[in-house]
């Protein structure tokens, strides 16, 4: 199961910080990304990092602003976000990739006031 957390209300050029919890077996995850849908958009990609920690990778709208990251400890994956911008406002979720079944884990919501 993937639990998200840590959305919140941040100002334009503020920072948060989201955590992806991952529970149960990771035996069969390759990978895991964080995706979003901003009010009347469609679900697009932010981020993803491979399983041991060793890949990410970035959409061109986040890259220098966001950083993934995982914690092995914890087997949790967080996304940190930096310089908001008002477009980042949008529902965040993380996204297991593990075939055959990839697993959507819930959503937190991120607002970015101007």
């Known amino acids: 199961q993937l639990q998200a957390c840590g959305g919140g209300l941040v100002q334009a050029g503020g920072s948060l910080r989201l955590a992806c919890e991952v529970s149960g077996r990771t035996d069969n995850l390759n990978a895991l990304a964080w995706f979003r849908q901003g009010p009347g958009k469609a679900r697009e990609y932010v981020a993803s990092?491979?399983?041991?920690?060793?890949?990410?990778y970035y959409s061109d709208s986040v890259k220098g602003r966001f950083t993934i990251s995982k914690d092995n400890t914890e087997n949790t994956v967080y996304l940190q976000m930096d310089r908001s911008k008002p477009e980042d406002t949008a529902v965040y979720s993380c996204?297991?990739?593990?075939?055959?079944?990839?697993?959507w884990g819930q959503g937190t919501q991120v607002t970015v006031s101007s």
């Open positions: 990092i491979t399983w041991n920690g060793e890949g990410t």
């Open positions: 996204y297991g990739i593990s075939p055959p079944a990839n697993i």
